[in-house]
């Protein structure tokens, strides 16, 4: 894939190009892109349609409260449904064109946008004034895409899972909820080390807007963390101290909502340092039910570009808790689909 082969110091396109060039987003109309378009899509390996001819690409700008944002759709005949997918904080969805193929080759359209402040939607990057944000452009993007292929299905990385968790909690079951089943790769309900990053905050929110970004060992994949680290242009090399007060309210906010009655599927590294995901195991335990959670005892936290083994593992549970759902039990390729043995942890609602 794209970080597995050399880059040069300068990608052949430019992000304010590659805006500038994208028209309004229309799910019925396969996108003709412009050179630096397509150029964008090769660096990431979003051109998909390559190993997919029956693919269709589409790739718009929709405007969601407030923002522009840049989204990508994949469709292809007769598909099984559309899967969701909610990209962590610093990522975008460049970043996620192995998850991509993987729901492609299961049968799945997929629909992906880059959240406010990453990637090639608007916003100052890396930076949000409330997770309310986050809801807002996901009600205004359901909203313009009803006509997708059903049944949908969604998974979340890190704050993408957030995302899912906060729509879930607010719409379930009030609200007829449209996703399926949803899949969430190392969650975010609090990070690691919150009580002393809450102390920092409060330190440091009179006199910094930001301070400089530390590149995580986050996954065991060196080249995806040297691709990150020199050769992705879209990544943020800044923490803004907006987006840490935005999480301090909206923890407490997930901590006390409602548990409803959804079930959802956890997977997890045990080397995770990123989210205090035993905490985060409990909370999601105590909302919904009911929960299946795999664990990963070699797993960091970027799960969607893990290691190949370790991706491989992450990708099947994600594919078989889809399939599953339309009682289709085969991951839809040959590679087989590990059992749960000792590693795999089903719970009706009960905490640990």
């Given amino acids: 894939m ?21 028209t309004p987003f229309q799910p019925g ?3 003709a892109l412009t050179g630096e378009a397509a150029a964008y899509c090769h660096y990431y390996g979003l051109d998909l349609w390559v ?31 559309t899967v969701f997918v909610f990209h962590g904080y610093f990522d975008h ?4 064109s192995q998850l991509i193929d993987r729901c492609l080759e299961a049968g799945f359209d997929v629909l992906a946008y880059d959240q406010p ?3 090639l939607s608007s916003g100052t990057p890396a ?8 809801q807002a452009v996901l009600a205004d993007v359901l909203v313009r895409v009803r006509m997708l292929p059903a ?8 704050t993408g899972g957030g995302i899912l968790i906060d729509y879930l909690l607010a719409h379930v079951p009030y609200d007829s909820h449209c996703f399926r089943r949803v899949v969430l790769l190392a969650p975010l309900v609090r990070p690691m080390g919150w009580i002393g990053a809450k102390a920092l905050h409060t330190v440091v929110k009179p006199f910094l807007s930001r301070w400089r970004r530390v590149f995580a060992e986050n996954s065991n994949d060196s080249r995806f963390l040297r691709f990150l680290r020199d050769h992705d242009p879209l990544q943020a090399r800044a923490v803004h101290v907006d987006w840490v007060t935005a999480l301090r309210r909206w923890v407490p906010h997930i901590e006390s909502a409602r548990p409803v009655p959804f079930p ?15 905490h985060n195991l409990r909370i999601i335990r105590n909302k919904f039910e009911p929960v299946v959670v795999r664990r990963l005892p070699d797993g960091r936290h970027h799960l969607a570009n893990e290691a190949p083994d370790l991706q491989a593992t992450v990708f099947n549970v994600m594919i078989r808790t889809f399939l599953d759902d339309a009682g289709r039990g085969d991951a839809g390729t040959s590679e087989s689909v590990s059992e749960p043995s000792d590693q795999m942890d089903r719970t009706e609602g009960e905490v640990s």
Avoid: C, N
Wanted: proline share 9%; charged share 20%.
């Fill in 29 to 31: 109309e396969p996108t």
């Fill in 93 to 96: 969805i460049g970043l996620y």
């Fill in 2 to 22: 794209y970080w597995k082969t050399d880059h040069p110091e300068s990608p052949d396109w430019e992000r304010d190009s590659v805006i500038a060039d994208l």
């Fill in 151 to 158: 049944p949908w299905y969604a998974v979340g990385q890190s």
């Fill in 264 to 278: 959802v599927t956890v997977i997890q590294g045990e080397k995770d340092l990123t989210v205090d995901w035993h």
């Fill in 51 to 81: 190993e997919h001819p029956q693919v269709d690409y589409h790739l718009g700008t929709m405007p969601a409260a407030g923002h522009s944002v840049a989204v990508h759709y994949f469709h292809q005949p007769s598909p099984r449904g």
């Fill in 127 to 134: 930076a949000i004034t409330s997770f309310t944000e986050y």
């Fill in 117 to 119: 402040g990453h990637g």
